[in-house]
């Protein structure tokens, strides 16, 4: 079925757009890009014109095959149920709970906690704030990839995980986390970067990155 080409709605730096990027990307989907800036304007996902497609007023929120979805981990498994192929959730049942498992530590356990809304409200604590959130989680998760990982978060072959845990890491190095602790979370994080798909999505190539900010 010949569709329109997918839009996503995206911020260069956002963490959850990133997730989605990567998807897309693995996935060999071509799509066009609407950046929506965060800081801009007061914040241009609070315009009128954004609300109507996503109420939470965040980004990522992807138009595709006649409708609009929002939150970056129900886009994946859109994508994932339509356009089964490259695989992103495992067959095995055990390691599939895994995936999910490690994606909602990390999409519900630390991203939030971090998010430029929260930190707003937070002042001049912002940077150990977001440091103690990031840091709390990566201990948590650092324990928990000794037991799943392989040369990826589980096992070897790259899954929606995978997606979470690089923009991630990227946050955490942008708040000046200390990731010595963490030889586990590091050494995927370097072997996914090292992925073409991981690459394109990546903030510093997106048409919205800021000419300082580009690869």
């Known amino acids: 079925m010949a569709s329109e080409k997918p839009i996503l709605y995206s911020y260069y730096r956002s963490s959850c757009s990133w997730r989605v990027r990567i998807a897309l990307a693995l996935k060999g989907i071509a799509y066009d890009q609407v950046p929506v800036n965060l800081l801009k304007d007061g914040g241009q996902q609070f315009s009128a014109e954004f609300k109507a497609l996503n109420p939470m007023k965040q980004v990522p929120a992807l138009k595709i095959d006649g409708i609009i979805l929002s939150q970056s981990l129900a886009i994946i498994h859109y994508l994932e149920e339509t356009r089964p192929n490259p695989r ?128």
């Open 88 to 215: 992103l959730l495992p067959q095995d049942p055990k390691k599939r709970a895994q995936v999910r498992m490690i994606s909602d530590h990390i999409v519900s356990g630390i991203q939030p906690l971090q998010n430029l809304s929260i930190l707003e409200q937070m002042g001049e604590k912002k940077m150990e704030w977001a440091q103690h959130y990031i840091t709390s989680g990566f201990q948590a998760l650092e324990q928990i990839l000794q037991h799943t990982a392989g040369r990826y978060c589980v096992g070897d072959e790259v899954s929606m995980a995978d997606l979470c845990l690089v923009p991630q890491v990227f946050n955490a190095e942008r708040y000046k986390v200390d990731l010595a602790p963490y030889p586990t979370i590091t050494k995927i994080n370097k072997a996914l970067l090292e992925l073409e798909a991981f690459k394109v999505s990546h903030p510093s190539r997106q048409p919205d990155t800021p000419t300082e900010m580009r690869a």
